[in-house]
């Protein structure tokens, strides 16, 4: 049920977006920037980008579902922390270069003064047996998060049979022969981007 | 040059290839942290790590608790700005004209082909903290389970945190 009508509404404003450029619902202050960047920073665990996208499409309505993907288009495509990234592109929009500063540093100041205290308290009790015994177990399942999410990435991998292969010279590269990173993505870049490049041109 | 200075040229050198965020850096911010400078050891790079899992916010963190570390609330400024700062410059002077050069075949072949390096990297983070922590058979056994549980179920990661969490302080890891 509530499906029907915001696929109707989107379509909608795809419609209206190619004739004049959308008017945002509001548009938001250096104020409203900071507090709703602070709020996503702090909601979610482990990457907060779902969250980004609910308070700017859903709760906020400060851009539509096609301007956030969009937007995020550069923002996953350059290296660093997307939602960063995302951070920058929003408060420039509204706020100019203003913007771009508070609404970035409204997403990391909460989470960064949290792990600041949890730093404090680690440089404190960091070397009991029971504090390193716990660091220990969420090390473990952190790793297992990791496994499953490189397994996650691979599988969605396009083309696997060309592209994978990629995958096995970077884990080689890196994990095992320990060669600086700089150097094996600038090579894997040019020689997987080449693959890309010359697929891309039979199609 | 203080370590803060030294280490912020040193992670805004990464910033430029972190393609797949702080995650997919595990491997080089060990090489360069713990094998270059020793600046920490595998230990506390581990805890670092596993205190970040455990901490509300985006993924870039752990480069703010590595900072800390090494030289303080200095370091930890240094190394969250460096790992921040280069791209988010760039981002505010490209965004304008990303429509003009996106769906180009050059950019399609970069963002395919970065695509499996990235999936390489995440792969190789996981290992590293595996190599760095000494795991044991019980370790291994948790890792396992997490990856299987992972793949199958929509369980929220807090939930896996708070289980190994138990496990660790129970001494069973």
């Keep these: 049920m509530p499906g029907r009508p915001s696929s109707v509404w989107k379509i909608k404003r795809k419609t209206v977006s190619t004739a004049a450029a959308p008017q945002p619902q509001s548009r938001p202050d250096l104020r409203a920037l900071f507090l709703g960047f602070s709020a996503v920073g702090l909601s979610g665990f482990g990457g907060v980008l779902p969250f980004a996208r609910r308070m700017l499409v859903e709760q906020k309505r400060w851009m539509s579902a096609d301007e956030f993907n969009t937007q995020l288009g550069l923002c996953q495509f350059l290296p660093g922390p997307n939602v960063v990234n995302l951070a920058v592109v929003v408060g420039k929009r509204y706020q100019g270069a203003l913007g771009a500063i508070v609404a970035p540093v409204g997403l990391l100041a909460g989470p960064l003064f949290i792990v600041l205290l949890l730093a404090l308290a680690y440089d404190r009790w960091g070397s009991l047996p029971l504090a390193q015994g716990m660091l220990r177990g969420i090390a473990a399942v952190g790793c297992g998060l990791l496994f499953a999410m490189a397994w996650r990435m691979g599988t969605a991998l396009k083309d696997k049979p060309f592209f994978l292969p990629f995958t096995v010279l970077t884990v080689a590269a890196i994990a095992w022969l320990r060669w600086p990173m700089p150097i094996v993505m600038i090579a894997g870049l040019l020689l997987s981007g080449g693959v890309a490049y010359w697929r891309l041109g039979r199609k | ?173």
């Excluded at chain 2, 370590?3 to 090489?31: C, D, I, K, N, Q």
């Excluded at chain 2, 670092?48 to 916010?57: E, K, S």
């Design chain 2, 1 to 173: 040059m203080s370590v803060a200075g030294e280490l912020f040229l040193e992670f805004a050198l990464l910033s430029f290839v972190a393609f797949g965020g702080a995650t997919a850096l595990l491997p080089e911010m060990h090489r360069v942290v713990v094998e270059n400078h020793h600046w920490l050891d595998d230990t506390t790079f581990t805890h670092l790590y596993a205190i970040a899992q455990a901490a509300p916010g985006p993924n870039v963190l752990v480069v703010t608790l590595i900072g800390w570390e090494i030289a303080g609330l200095a370091g930890a400024l240094a190394a969250t700005l460096a790992m921040c700062l280069p791209m988010s410059i760039l981002i505010y002077l490209l965004i304008d004209r990303w429509e003009s050069f996106s769906g180009k075949r050059w950019q399609k072949a970069v963002s395919l082909g970065v695509a499996p390096l990235a999936v390489g990297l995440v792969f190789s983070g996981a290992t590293l903290i595996a190599q760095a922590a000494q795991f044991g058979w019980a370790a291994w056994t948790v890792v396992a389970a997490t990856v299987v549980a992972n793949l199958r179920s929509k369980l929220h990661p807090l939930w896996y945190i708070a289980v190994g969490a138990a496990l660790g302080l129970g001494g069973l890891i």
